[in-house]
């Protein structure tokens, strides 16, 4: 296993991150130290229990946030020191973030919303963007929902078009902060197989959940306990989100 | 992002709330509205003041008996006895800069003629006051030098003394008329002047020889009411102004530092007066319209307020997604500007229709100058930026992370 690693591209390298949330009177060490790498191709699922700091790792691998101390690199850069709008140009090119809560535009269409990250890149074209988030739509099967507005769709679909807005940018890894939390399981595994198929295309993804069951589809986990990493777990045998899906007993069953 | 697609958000913004859209723009465009209506409402009694006052006739001086009145109180014991005869023979004589004048002795009565009466206002004056004022006869006749000198009982009507006085098919030359019960005979008939700028009706006139109304008309009394002149040539309007000057205080006694008991105003004097005063109107009018437009300025940093703050989960997507702070900030401050232009553009239509609307039913002089869109618009573009900036800096100025969970 560690020779195929060093043969890999490290897309992530992060070297004794911390955050402190500074509240004033009390001081939040909510990372204290990580070190970790994420290598092309893979498929790492965050857990931990809630405040554990899953988050907090996330937002700085997205670039949302920064760390108070520690080396982050991305795609072999130093972004830990990184002003705004170096920040904001990383987050365009680099990274597609899924939310948990999905965070559409309301009143905007599937298509539209993925076209969104493209907007904020000068170099594409208009025709591009729409040929790129058309094409992006049907890689998570939404090419018939193109012109729906959110609230026309379900949560899992409105989570694939959130998913498919990450991945327009052609980004060089995908981060999921809890994107089934919101999901029942069937829909849940639907959005797993989904980031299976993209996995096995190629790109790199690390997403934070709470559910054993969802993590199982990753080829690494990682737990964490009070901002530290607690223990790391290569996955021998990795379950396959689709085939799940079909033991899944039938809808009306499940209503009973 | 690129311009067209800030436009195409902001625009799309907008209509996603059209009511509170409209309702916010309608500060501006009432503001807008009013600036525009009121500029061409000031404009145009102005241009109308102008007109009229270039409608007096060509280089005209005018010699009123009197003193000037300064702050509302005579300066000087005012006798209206100050003009006489003899002092219009001296101007005659000394003023080279004068080119014709006349005295005006004013009456006025009930005209007849046959069953029909009517009454006007009746002019004594010398046939060169037709020059002055630039008055054509189009049939008939002027005074003759004769017709003064023996004061005779002829007149010259405006147009519409003769249609009140004679039925169409009557020439008014030659009819015979009675002014206040005295027989006056029409020699001659004005050409049309229709209605002048404030609305009165300029046909609406009779001329006679000034020494027939001066004596049989106002009872042989020798003060003149008023002296019409013109000088030789534009530019001598000022030279013969102050000839004249001169001349009366010499012959009366007075000397320079002193107020004579006769003003004289001439006509560019009576145009600067006009417009300096419309011009006090039109900026008191502007400075009502801009306070609405500062009004109006407020409220949509007001809506944009709300706006960021309903919409700062927007704004932290679209950052997550590689906005920078300055797409948002061009985001927001051209939505702002959209609504205060679209605002203008709305107000104008409005500002220029009710003038056109003004000028139909009160029947009110009206111009709408080019000038007072674009000031219109670009005072709107300023109120625009300048209160769509808060509201966009604002949002500019969120955190990421922060607006991502916003609640
Ligand atoms: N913006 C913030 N300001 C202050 N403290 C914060 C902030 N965000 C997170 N924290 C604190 O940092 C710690 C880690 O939070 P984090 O959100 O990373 O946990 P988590 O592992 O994602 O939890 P969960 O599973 O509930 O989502 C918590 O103690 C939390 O209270
Ligand atoms: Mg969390």
Not at chain 2, 234 to 258: F, G, H, P, Q, V
Not at chain 2, 364 to 390: E, H, N, Q, R
């Amino acid at each position: 296993m560690k020779e195929q690693d060093q043969e890999r591209k490290k897309i992530i390298s992060v070297k004794n991150l911390s955050k402190i949330y500074d509240m004033g009177a009390v001081k939040v060490h909510a990372l204290r130290g990580i070190e970790m790498d994420i290598h092309e191709g893979e498929f790492t699922a965050i857990m931990g229990h809630s405040g554990s700091g899953k988050s907090t790792l996330l937002n700085i691998l997205g670039c949302l946030d920064v760390p108070t101390e520690g080396k982050y690199y991305l795609d072999d850069a130093d972004v830990s020191h990184l002003d705004k709008n170096q920040l904001a140009r990383m987050r365009n090119r680099k990274i597609g973030f899924v939310f948990q809560t999905y965070n559409l535009l309301p009143r905007t269409s599937a298509l539209e919303n993925v076209e969104l990250p493209l907007l904020y890149n000068p170099e594409i074209r208009r025709k591009e963007r729409k040929e790129r988030a058309m094409n992006t739509l049907e890689l998570v099967g939404l090419t018939d929902w193109s012109e729906h507005f959110p609230n026309q769709l379900s949560g899992g679909q409105q989570q694939r078009v959130a998913i498919a807005r990450a991945l327009v940018n052609d980004p060089v890894i995908m981060l999921a902060d809890e994107p089934t939390g919101n999901l029942d399981t069937r829909t849940s595994f639907g959005v797993m197989e989904i980031f299976q198929e993209l996995n096995r295309k190629g790109i790199t993804i690390a997403l934070v959940t709470h559910e054993m069951d969802i993590s199982k589809f990753a080829t690494r986990n990682i737990l964490f306990r009070d901002g530290r990493i607690s223990k790391e777990i290569i996955i021998k045998n990795i379950k396959n989100a689709g085939e799940e899906l079909k033991k899944l007993p039938p809808e009306d069953e499940e209503m009973e | 992002m690129n311009l067209l697609n800030l436009f195409i958000i902001a625009l799309r913004s907008l209509n996603k709330n059209k009511i509170r859209s409209l309702l916010t723009m309608l500060g501006i465009i009432i503001g807008v509205a009013s600036v525009i209506a009121m500029l061409a409402i000031g404009q145009g009694s102005r241009d109308s003041i102008e007109n009229q006052i270039s409608g007096l006739g060509s280089n005209v001086i005018m010699v009123f008996p009197g003193a000037t009145f300064r702050g509302g109180v005579a300066t000087a014991a005012g006798s209206a006895q100050s003009l006489e005869m003899d002092d219009l023979e001296a101007i005659r004589a000394n003023c080279p800069s004068v080119k014709y004048l006349s005295p005006v002795a004013r009456s006025g009565g009930q005209i007849i003629a046959g069953s029909n009466n009517w009454n006007s206002s009746i002019r004594g004056v010398y046939n060169e006051y037709l020059d002055i004022r630039n008055i054509e006869v189009e049939s008939g006749s002027r005074f003759s030098e004769m017709d003064e000198k023996r004061a005779s009982k002829v007149c010259i009507i405006g147009q519409t003394v003769a249609e009140n006085l004679f039925d169409e098919y009557t020439d008014p030359v030659g009819q015979r008329i009675r002014i206040n019960k005295i027989p006056f005979t029409v020699i001659g008939l004005l050409k049309e002047k229709g209605q002048g700028a404030m609305g009165e009706d300029q046909d609406d006139i009779i001329y006679a020889p000034f020494s027939t109304v001066q004596r049989r008309m106002r009872g042989a009394r020798q003060n003149i009411q008023q002296i019409f002149i013109s000088a030789v040539s534009e530019e001598k309007i000022e030279l013969a102004s102050e000839e004249i000057d001169e001349l009366l205080r010499t012959r009366k006694n007075i000397s320079m530092y002193e107020d004579p008991p006769f003003h004289i105003r001439t006509q560019t004097e009576i145009v600067e007066m006009f417009t300096s005063t419309s011009n006090t109107m039109i900026v008191l009018l502007a400075g009502i319209a801009s306070i609405s437009l500062i009004v109006g300025g407020i409220g949509i940093m007001n809506i944009m307020l709300v706006s960021v703050t309903e919409r700062t989960r927007e704004i932290g997507l679209r950052m997550a997604v590689g906005a920078r702070s300055k797409d948002i900030l061009r985001q927001f401050l051209l939505e702002a500007l959209l609504l205060s232009l679209l605002g203008g553009l709305i107000g104008a239509a409005f500002g220029i229709l009710s003038s056109k609307l003004f000028v139909a039913i009160m029947g009110w002089p009206i111009t709408v100058s080019s000038y007072s869109v674009v000031l219109a618009f670009s005072f709107a573009f300023i109120v625009g930026v300048f209160f769509g900036w808060y509201p966009a800096r604002k949002a500019a100025m969120l955190i990421p992370m922060d607006a991502l969970r916003y609640e």
